[in-house]
């Protein structure tokens, strides 16, 4: 499964009239708390209640078109346990990894504050001078709201880290055209792939990738292994960047 920005803003469209069921109780929050317990920093919904949604929501569109929660941290440019519900945090992983700006893209994540960024949504079309977008925690409620492109109101905009749209349609590609490649951790012995700071076998080990586990690839690298030369892929995992040996990977 990749993660696609016509998908993503075809999910978002479709939630357009939901309304939360208690103070900041959304079906988007369960969702992420029972399915991604590690997404973020701590539990965004609980009985009765929750955490403000508007970026909570922008998350979900994204992890329900994503074949992992790995996949959809690398399009959300955030680490594990994240503070990514937030605003200002959410707008910070983009810019850390050199993804924002002013100008307005379909799939991309929009921003409205003057100072810091305190309300978000996604932008699901283009009109001339004016953008489209949709908007969890508006009203208690997701809907779709319309800006001129010149707003004050917008701060600025992310941009995911979409898979490659089709070339047929100029309209569906204007979000991202990064194309990450996933892998699948496959070891002979079952055992967990070790993630490493460098790639070679002699480096440090920062984390343990179970087998059956999907990872994104962010590049490709030829390192020391045992025995020789062999190709490195480079990943995050839980938070942490390394590289892992391509020979346990398919």
């Known amino acids: 499964m990749?993660?696609?920005?016509?998908d993503v803003v075809a999910t978002a469209v479709s939630e357009i009239g939901y309304r939360e069921t208690g103070t900041n109780h959304t079906k988007y929050a369960e969702y992420i708390d029972k399915n991604y317990p590690d997404f973020y920093n701590g539990k965004k919904s609980w009985?009765?209640?929750?955490?403000?949604?508007?970026?909570?929501?922008?998350?979900?569109?994204?992890?329900?078109?994503?074949?992992?929660?790995?996949?959809?941290?690398y399009v959300l440019c955030q680490p594990r346990k994240s503070a990514g519900a937030g605003c200002k945090e959410?707008?910070?992983?983009?810019?850390?990894?050199?993804r924002t700006g002013k100008e307005p893209r379909i799939g991309a994540q929009i921003f409205f504050g003057t100072d810091e960024p305190k309300h978000t949504g996604l932008v699901v079309d283009l009109q001339g001078d004016s953008?489209?977008?949709?908007?969890?925690?508006?009203?208690?409620?997701?809907?779709?709201?319309?800006?001129?492109?010149?707003?004050?109101?917008?701060?600025?905009?992310?941009?995911?880290?979409?898979?490659?749209?089709?070339?047929?349609?100029?309209?569906?590609?204007?979000?991202?055209?990064?194309?990450?490649?996933?892998?699948?951790?496959h070891t002979n012995t079952g055992n967990p792939?070790?993630?490493?700071?460098?790639?070679?076998?002699?480096?440090?080990?920062?984390?343990?990738?179970?087998n059956g586990k999907t990872i994104v690839a962010e590049g490709e690298v030829q390192g020391e292994n045992i025995g020789g030369v062999t190709e490195w892929v480079k990943t995050t995992?839980?938070?942490?960047?390394?590289?892992?040996?391509?020979?346990?990977?398919?």
């Open 131 to 185: 953008v489209v977008t949709v908007e969890g925690n508006s009203d208690n409620m997701t809907k779709r709201h319309t800006y001129k492109k010149t707003s004050s109101k917008i701060y600025g905009y992310g941009y995911p880290r979409y898979n490659e749209e089709s070339k047929e349609d100029p309209k569906e590609s204007t979000g991202d055209i990064s194309s990450p490649t996933t892998y699948t951790v």
């Open 2 to 6: 990749a993660c696609y920005a016509k």
């Open 47 to 73: 009985e009765g209640g929750g955490a403000q949604w508007c970026d909570i929501l922008v998350d979900y569109c994204v992890l329900v078109n994503s074949s992992s929660a790995e996949e959809a941290e």
């Open 90 to 98: 959410s707008y910070g992983y983009y810019k850390k990894a050199g």
């Open 237 to 250: 995992w839980e938070g942490k960047t390394g590289y892992c040996s391509k020979k346990y990977l398919r």
């Open 193 to 210: 792939l070790r993630l490493r700071k460098e790639p070679n076998t002699h480096s440090d080990k920062l984390a343990r990738i179970g």
